[in-house]
């Protein structure tokens, strides 16, 4: 049996991107149920794939209650649906055979890891306002994708002297952009900009300098794409929602790493039941993305547990 619910968590503050704001986060939440045992997983449908909440039910719903992992990985594509339903198959898997699913999944023994915390778009004075009352954390991660991205960063910097920092151009540059910000940002010490052109125009990348390393992250969904990003990209963002789950986040991991390319794993903004199965993949990446559940004004109970050491692993009350 597949139950499929939706759910709304109010975020702690509105959340800005160069694409829009959210004030909420609406997640699909899937229960199998099988043999006396229930497995859950949690999606996070995306606009800017062309997913409501709607869609995803309506393609989990095509699903036969029986279905196996090995199945589902035909008989959706990737994307939020096949996610939830993916993680939701290996809690269950975890729970009938009493294991971890990072054993099952032949994945090294999970510990804490150092995750980013995301500041979103503002005015300059805001911006720095939030760094500062950040500034204990050891990795931001700025939103930007602007005319005016170099004061916001400034302003950032000069809240928060100490943290390594991460910026999210969400597609708002042009190659352009990017040569002439690159240096600038480089000696305000930023480690990685993602996606700084649209998906669609990011062949301009390929061949020329990069001094600031460039993350493909709505370029990049699952292997299919993996290919084209040699070239023009330094580290792919691995997300469990793009990648369709976590059987296919590992596969691309792995053939990722293997290609030469550096990992990121990164999240939407949903609940600790989304953030969990990711905290399995980002054993050793070179940047973690997974503060979703530090944005929300209240997370799930059982949720993560972030502190001084990072996002700790997930109990089995809650994933895994």
């Known amino acids: 049996m597949i139950n499929i619910q939706v ?50 039910r309506a393609q989990i719903r095509t699903l036969p209650a029986d279905i196996s992992r090995a199945d589902l990985q035909k008989a959706l594509p990737a994307g939020a649906a096949r996610n939830a339903v993916d993680c939701a198959l290996w809690d269950l898997e975890a729970k009938m055979q009493g294991k971890p699913v990072w054993q099952l999944a032949g994945l090294p023994q999970p510990v804490p890891q150092i995750t980013a915390y995301t500041l979103s778009l503002d005015t300059p004075d805001a911006m720095e306002e ?10 931001l991660k700025i939103k930007l994708g602007t005319p005016d991205d170099l004061p916001r960063l400034q302003a950032v910097r000069r809240g928060a002297p100490g943290p390594a920092i991460i910026v999210d151009a969400n597609e708002g540059w042009s190659v352009f952009d990017y040569i002439a910000l690159a240096p600038h940002l480089v000696d305000l010490g930023v480690k990685l900009v993602e996606q700084p052109l649209p998906a669609v125009n990011d062949d301009a990348l390929r061949g020329i300098a990069r001094p600031l390393p460039v993350c493909a992250d709505e370029s990049s969904h699952s292997r299919r794409e993996l290919t084209d990003l040699v070239g023009k990209y330094d580290v792919v963002n691995i997300k469990l929602d793009k990648t369709g789950g976590l059987t296919e986040a590992i596969a691309l991991r792995r053939a990722a790493e293997a290609a030469g390319l550096k990992i990121m794993v990164g999240c939407m903004v949903g609940s600790s039941l989304s953030m969990a199965p990711a905290v399995l993949l980002a054993q050793g990446a070179a940047y973690v993305d997974l503060d979703g559940p530090l944005l929300l004004a209240e997370d799930r109970p059982q949720g993560l547990l972030y502190d001084a050491a990072g996002v700790h692993p997930p109990q089995a009350d809650l994933w895994g």
């Open 130 to 139: 939030a760094a500062r009352k950040n500034a204990h954390r050891p990795l």
């Open 7 to 56: 759910e709304r968590f109010a975020l702690a503050s509105a959340f800005r991107i160069s694409r829009g704001a959210k004030t909420e986060a609406d997640v699909v939440t899937v229960e199998v149920m099988r043999g006396g045992f229930t497995g859950r997983g949690e999606c996070v449908p995306y606009a800017r794939y062309r997913e409501t909440v709607e869609s995803v």
